[in-house]
């Protein structure tokens, strides 16, 4: 699926933010910066009883629109770019359809790329869960493997996925620069986690709060962009044998 480059097409995107209660206050300025002409639906999920960031993520992403061909989930600790949801749209149309995309990478290696100024993609087999849009034709299946295959107590959200998309042989798109800033001290989605201050944890690459995602030429670099290949994690299979179930 993902060696063929694709065509621009159409692209409904939905979104919604995973949260804990105390980082409400940086949600609502999410809220407003997203849907500043107001009218768009973008559900908060909240971790009210610390249940674990997976099973919030878990509820996130299943609360997608029917009708979208990619769903967005946000961690509830970002800055943003202007202009975010209309330039993704922008951007999807540019990636294959099977394909995840992150709007945020904080690896030297993504730095180093990002630097040379010559692509505004990076393709790569891992990821960093802040800002993360799959194909919704992915998530019910991923999510499903996942709890098939996987250890209940594997908590991290951004591990599951992946390894799905990995044993899916799939690819994740990283938008560079990076469209979000992820602040503070500490993952706020886990339980007890308090900010402090901003850490730019994206090592340079963020946009900035005032700059458009819509200004980016999202062509270049799409045909032959520059790749980062993971290993697959070990240690986390539910049972024996469960690295060879299908990802489906």
């Known amino acids: 699926m993902s060696s063929i480059q694709p065509e621009a097409k159409e692209v409904c995107l939905s979104v919604a933010i995973m949260a804990i209660p105390e980082r409400m206050d940086n949600v609502a300025k999410m809220l407003t910066k997203l849907d500043s002409k107001g009218g768009r639906r973008i559900p908060t999920v909240v971790d009210r009883h610390h249940d674990g960031i997976w099973q919030n993520a878990r509820r996130a992403w299943l609360d997608y629109e029917p009708r979208a061909t990619h769903h967005l989930v946000l961690q509830d600790d970002l800055l943003l770019c202007d202009e975010l949801l209309d330039g993704v749209e922008q951007a999807l149309c540019h990636v294959p359809l099977g394909d995840f995309v992150s709007l945020f990478s904080q ?9 040379t100024g010559k692509t505004s993609w990076i393709k790569a087999k891992d990821f960093g869960g802040v800002a993360l849009v799959l194909p919704t034709e992915a998530i019910d299946k991923a999510i499903r493997w996942s709890d098939r295959c996987l250890k ?32 503070g001290t500490g993952n706020s989605t886990r ?7 901003i850490i730019r944890d994206s090592r340079g690459t963020f946009i900035g709060e005032n700059e458009c995602a819509t200004c980016i030429d999202w062509s270049r ?28």
């Not at 951004?158 to 990076?178: E, H």
């Open 152 to 183: 209940p107590d594997l908590d991290k959200d951004d591990v599951r996925l992946f390894m799905w998309m990995q044993r899916a042989d799939r690819w994740c798109w990283i938008t560079s620069p990076s469209l979000v800033e992820h602040i």
């Open 221 to 248: 670099g799409a045909k032959d962009p520059p790749t980062i290949v993971s290993p697959m994690p070990s240690g986390h299979w539910a049972y024996p044998g469960a690295e060879k179930e299908p990802a489906v």
């Open 107 to 115: 690896s030297k290696r993504a730095k180093d790329i990002y630097d």
């Open 191 to 197: 339980k007890g986690v308090s900010r402090t201050k």
